[in-house]
C-alpha cells in the first residue's frame, strides 16, 4: 500500500483533488480510501510507566469535554451504539478509540461500510492521541489494551479506511499487519456524489443530501496474520502481467495462499487483492536469477510445499536449466521431465516430432550462419522467420522474396540461428490451439480455442481468442505429446491450410499459455491444475460443459473490443460468448484494472507527446 500512496499517479491524484476543490471554491471534494482489515494480534508487552491506563467510557463521561471532536458529534457516535476506549495519563485525558459493531457510517462522504455477520469484526475509527503524547508509548499501549478486550470478546480483525494521500497513516497501519480488502474513490460537489468502489455496488450517483447511503458489504477474509497451517503449501507465480493476473486470481479462488516474484514494480497485477505478497527479483534473463529464486524460499520456509508457476518461456528454460538447484526447493508438475520440455522449445526439434507422430510440418530449415542463407532458395516463398531460442529480440517475419529473406537474415543476425519456413496461407481464423492437462502422458482435461486476431496478423501474439469445437484439433493435439511422460498444463498450436489440412506450428509446454484466461473464463482452471499435478493431487476435471468464451487483449491492443464489434456489427461483442478482458473481469479487483488504465494513458500521453515533437 505504502508503494501505492508514494507512486506519481497517487500524487496526480492528489493534486487534481486539490485543484477540484479550488476550482468548485470549497463545494467539491475528491477522495480515495483503501479499506483495510488488521488482525487483533498481540504486540508484546509495551512499556508503561504505570501512570497510562486505559478503559471504556460512555455517555455523559467527564472526559468528554477534553474529546477533539464536538459535543453533538459525540452524542450522536454514543446514540449509534459505537463504543470509546479513553487512554489516561495520571488521570488527564491522553487519547481514544471509537469502535464500531455490525456497520459503520462514513462521516466525511454519504456510505454505509457493513461487516461481515460472524461477530468477529469491528471497525476502529478516530484514532486520537494527544500531541504532547505522541513521541511516546501511550499510542501503543492504547491499541494494545483494546485489542487485548476486544479478543477476549472473540473480535479476530478490525477493519479502517485510509485516505490513499496519507501515506504516513498506511505506514502506521502496515506495521501492525494491515492489509487492503477493497477500495473506493468518492467526488462530491454539494449535494451530488458520486461513489466508485471495488465492492457492490461499483458505482452509485446520489443527487441529493437525502438520498439513502450507498451501503458497500466488505468480503469476508481471513485474519491477516493467521500463519500457514503445518504441511499447507502456496504458490509462487513468476511474474505480474496480465497472464499472471490471471494465474493467481484463478488460484486464490480455490482457497490457494499466491505470491510473486517479479522484477518489474510498475506491474498492475501487484495491485490484486488475491496477493498474499510479492517479492523484487531480478530480469529473469539476469544470471543471478536462479539464486534469487533459492533465496526467496526462505521468505516462505513457513510452507511445507511451494509450487512454482511459470508465465513465459524464458521462466521455463531457467527453471529447466537449474533443476538440480531448484527442485529440492519448489514443486514443478513437469521437472522430472525438464529436458524434454527444454528440447520442446526449440523451434528446430519440432519437425523431427511432428513427423515422427505422423503430423504435418512445413517445410522448414535451421540457419545458424549467415552463409547458410543461400540454402533457402530451393524453399518457396513467402517464408516465415522465427528464431530458434524462446523469447529472442523478435518474434517472427515475413519474407516475401529471397532477397528480402536475406536482409531480415542480416537484421536479426544476433538472434540466430533462426527457423525458416514455407508460409501456410491463411489468416488469423485458420489458426486452432489444443489446450490439454497432462498427467504422466495421459490426458485430464482438454479444450479447443481458435484465434480471431493477433499482432502482426496471423503471425504474431494472440490479441483475440474464443472457444471452439473442433475434435480434430483436440484430437491432433493429444498425438503430438503421445508418448511423452509429461505431466502438468501444454497446449499446440496449428494452422488449416485452404485445403482442411492442419499443420503443426509450435507447441507450449512448461506452463499455461498467454490466453489462459480465456480457459479460466470456460471453466477450464488450467492454474488450478497444474497447481494439483505438482503436489501430486488428482486434477479437478471441473464442468462438463464448457461455456463459450472470447478473450480480448486489451492490454496489447486497447481497442480489440470495439474493433471486434465494428467487424461482427454488433455491439456486445461475439453472440452467445462471454467475454472476457485481462483486467476488468473479476469481481472486487479493481486496482490492477484502474492501475493498467492509468498506465495507458500515460504511454499514449508519451506517444503523444512524442509525434507533436517530431512533426
Not at 102 to 124: I, K, M, N, Q
Not at 604 to 610: G, I, M, P, S, T
Amino acid at each position: 500500500m505504502t508503494r501505492l500512496a508514494r507512486s506519481w499517479r497517487t500524487k496526480l491524484l492528489y493534486w487534481g483533488s486539490r485543484l477540484f476543490s479550488l476550482l468548485t471554491c470549497g463545494r467539491g471534494s475528491m477522495d480515495i480510501y483503501l479499506i483495510c482489515t488488521q488482525p487483533l494480534r498481540e504486540l508484546g508487552p509495551v512499556r508503561s510507566s504505570g501512570s497510562t491506563r486505559v478503559c471504556e467510557v460512555h455517555a455523559g463521561t467527564d472526559f468528554a469535554g477534553a474529546f477533539p471532536r464536538s459535543e453533538e458529534v459525540n452524542r450522536q457516535r454514543f446514540e449509534a451504539g459505537h463504543s470509546c476506549f479513553v487512554a489516561t495519563v495520571k488521570e488527564q485525558f491522553a487519547g481514544h478509540i471509537w469502535i464500531a459493531r455490525g456497520h459503520y457510517d462514513e462521516d466525511t462522504f454519504r456510505c454505509r461500510y457493513t461487516l461481515p455477520a460472524d461477530g468477529r469484526s469491528v471497525w476502529d475509527f478516530d484514532v486520537y492521541v494527544e500531541p504532547r503524547y505522541r513521541l511516546g508509548r501511550t499510542g501503543a499501549l492504547l491499541w494494545s489494551e483494546v485489542a487485548g478486550q476486544l479478543r477476549a470478546q472473540g473480535v479476530e480483525q478490525s477493519y479502517s479506511r485510509i485516505s490513499l494521500f496519507n501515506t504516513q497513516s498506511i505506514q502506521v497501519h502496515e506495521r501492525m499487519g494491515a492489509s487492503r480488502v477493497a477500495c473506493c474513490a468518492f467526488v462530491a460537489l454539494g449535494p451530488v456524489q458520486l461513489m466508485l468502489s471495488s465492492v457492490g455496488p461499483r458505482i452509485r450517483l446520489s443527487l441529493g443530501r437525502k438520498s439513502a447511503r450507498p451501503e458497500l458489504k466488505l468480503p469476508h477474509t481471513a485474519a491477516a496474520d493467521a500463519p500457514p497451517t503445518p504441511g499447507s503449501a502456496a504458490a509462487l507465480i513468476l511474474g505480474a502481467d496480465s497472464h499472471g493476473l490471471a494465474m493467481f486470481r484463478a488460484l486464490a479462488r480455490a482457497g490457494i495462499d499466491c505470491y510473486v516474484a517479479e522484477h518489474d514494480p510498475t506491474q498492475p497485477g501487484l495491485r490484486s487483492r488475491y496477493l498474499k505478497g510479492h517479492f523484487s527479483v531480478p530480469h529473469f534473463n539476469a544470471p543471478e536469477y536462479p539464486a534469487a529464486l533459492t533465496a526467496l524460499r526462505q521468505k516462505l520456509s513457513a510452507y511445507q510445499d511451494v509450487v512454482l508457476l511459470a508465465v513465459n518461456d524464458r521462466h521455463v528454460e531457467q527453471i529447466g536449466k537449474h533443476a538440480e538447484l531448484l527442485g529440492p526447493l519448489y514443486r514443478v508438475a513437469w521437472l522430472p521431465q525438464a529436458q524434454t520440455v527444454l528440447n520442446l522449445q526449440r523451434k528446430d526439434a519440432l519437425e523431427a516430432r511432428s513427423r515422427a507422430q505422423g503430423l504435418n510440418y512445413p517445410r522448414s530449415m535451421v540457419i545458424a550462419r549467415m552463409t547458410q542463407a543461400d540454402e533457402a532458395r530451393e524453399f518457396q516463398p513467402p517464408l516465415i522467420l522465427k528464431p530458434v531460442r524462446p523469447l529472442s529480440a523478435f518474434k517472427t517475419e515475413i519474407a516475401q522474396s529471397h532477397e528480402e529473406l536475406l536482409q531480415l537474415l542480416q537484421r536479426h543476425e544476433a538472434s540466430l540461428p533462426i527457423l525458416v519456413q514455407e508460409y501456410i496461407a491463411g489468416g488469423d481464423d485458420s489458426i486452432f490451439f489444443g489446450a490439454l492437462t497432462l498427467s504422466e502422458g495421459r490426458l485430464v482435461r482438454g479444450m479447443v480455442g481458435r484465434k480471431l486476431a493477433s499482432h502482426p496478423p496471423a503471425r504474431g501474439q494472440t490479441t483475440i481468442a474464443q472457444t471452439y469445437d473442433e475434435p480434430e484439433v483436440l484430437r491432433l493435439s493429444q498425438r503430438f505429446f503421445e508418448g511423452l511422460p509429461l505431466s502438468g498444463v501444454v497446449s499446440l498450436e496449428l494452422k488449416r491450410d485452404p485445403q482442411g489440412r492442419y499443420w503443426v506450428i509450435e507447441p507450449t509446454v512448461g506452463r499455461s499459455d498467454f490466453w489462459v484466461e480465456l480457459c479460466i473464463q470456460a471453466g477450464y482452471n488450467q492454474p488450478l491444475h497444474e497447481y494439483q499435478l505438482a503436489l501430486g493431487l488428482r486434477p479437478e476435471a471441473g464442468p462438463q460443459t464448457l461455456q463459450p468464451s472470447v478473450w480480448y487483449d486489451t492490454e496489447r491492443d486497447p481497442l480489440a473490443f470495439v474493433h471486434h464489434c465494428q467487424a461482427l456489427h454488433k455491439y456486445m461483442g461475439l453472440p452467445g460468448h462471454r467475454s472476457s478482458f485481462p483486467y476488468l473481469r473479476q469481481r472486487f479487483d479493481w486496482l490492477p484494472f484502474l492501475a493498467s488504465s492509468i498506465r495507458l494513458a500515460g504511454k499514449q500521453a508519451v506517444r503523444a507527446a512524442r509525434a507533436l515533437r517530431f512533426r
